[in-house]
């Protein structure tokens, strides 16, 4: 029998897009985040089977992939989930795919949650031009050339986008990420409200 979920998100689904040799924490913590307040969430990847995470530069626990690139489908998913790791988004930033979905995400205004290197991937789909972010420091010239206005804080919320620097930002990252789900969940519940 299906377990019934409650909570803020119960009913929702969230897509966490990742490729082998992700950051570990910065997957599983979000994934046990959404999953707390009643989500659904699909691993997401280029490839099926397990992708591997990583503590820094050490290999960590391995991650079970429940949909392909190829299976996923955007519209099914209220919100989309971009951990990091240096390998991982590099790789993604690299897949035509994984940047059009990214880019389908963005263009329908559906909230996206990006941390660490996390934005590598959306300077790759036009999606920080003109906007407010943080992210790895190293990603710093890169989102700048891209458009974005970078800070160092631990978490910068802006309209659909939440971003966060490192491991250590994840109490605010998730905070900052679930409360951003719930408000684009409720927007999305009144536009579809019919007139009285």
Same mark, same amino acid.
């Given at each position: 029998? /299906?377990?019934?979920?409650?909570?803020?998100?119960?009913?929702?689904?969230?897509?966490?897009?990742?490729?082998?040799?992700?950051?570990?924490?910065?997957?599983?913590?979000?994934?046990?985040?959404?999953?707390? /307040?009643?989500?659904?969430?699909?691993?997401?990847?280029?490839?099926?089977?397990?992708?591997?995470?990583?503590?820094?530069?050490?290999?960590?626990?391995?991650?079970?992939?429940?949909?392909?690139?190829?299976?996923?489908?955007?519209?099914?998913?209220?919100?989309?989930?971009?951990?990091?790791?240096?390998?991982?988004?590099?790789?993604?930033?690299?897949?035509?795919?994984?940047?059009?979905?990214?880019?389908?995400?963005?263009?329908?205004?559906?909230?996206?949650?990006?941390?660490?290197?996390?934005?590598?991937?959306?300077?790759?789909?036009?999606?920080?031009?003109?906007?407010?972010?943080?992210?790895?420091?190293?990603?710093?010239?890169?989102?700048?050339?891209?458009? /974005?206005?970078?800070?160092?804080?631990?978490?910068?919320?802006?309209?659909?986008?939440?971003?966060?620097?490192?491991?250590?930002?994840?109490?605010?990252?998730?905070?900052?990420?679930?409360?951003?789900?719930?408000?684009?969940?409720?927007?999305?519940?009144?536009?579809?409200?019919?007139?009285?």
């Amino acid at each position: 029998m /299906a377990q019934q979920h409650t909570g803020t998100l119960a009913g929702k689904r969230y897509a966490i897009l990742s490729e082998t040799n992700f950051e570990q924490d910065e997957l599983f913590e979000p994934a046990k985040a959404l999953k707390n /307040a009643g989500a659904r969430v699909d691993i997401v990847s280029p490839r099926a089977g397990e992708i591997q995470g990583m503590r820094h530069d050490q290999k960590g626990d391995k991650a079970l992939v429940d949909l392909t690139l190829d299976q996923a489908n955007p519209d099914d998913y209220d919100g989309l989930v971009l951990p990091g790791g240096v390998m991982n988004p590099d790789a993604l930033r690299m897949n035509p795919k994984a940047v059009a979905l990214v880019r389908h995400f963005a263009s329908a205004r559906k909230p996206i949650a990006a941390i660490c290197h996390g934005p590598w991937t959306l300077i790759e789909a036009d999606a920080v031009r003109g906007r407010k972010v943080t992210s790895w420091p190293s990603l710093k010239t890169d989102l700048k050339n891209a458009g /974005a206005t970078w800070v160092d804080q631990e978490v910068v919320v802006e309209p659909n986008l939440v971003t966060s620097r490192k491991p250590a930002d994840l109490p605010a990252f998730n905070r900052e990420m679930i409360r951003m789900f719930e408000q684009s969940s409720s927007r999305r519940r009144e536009e579809a409200r019919p007139p009285a």
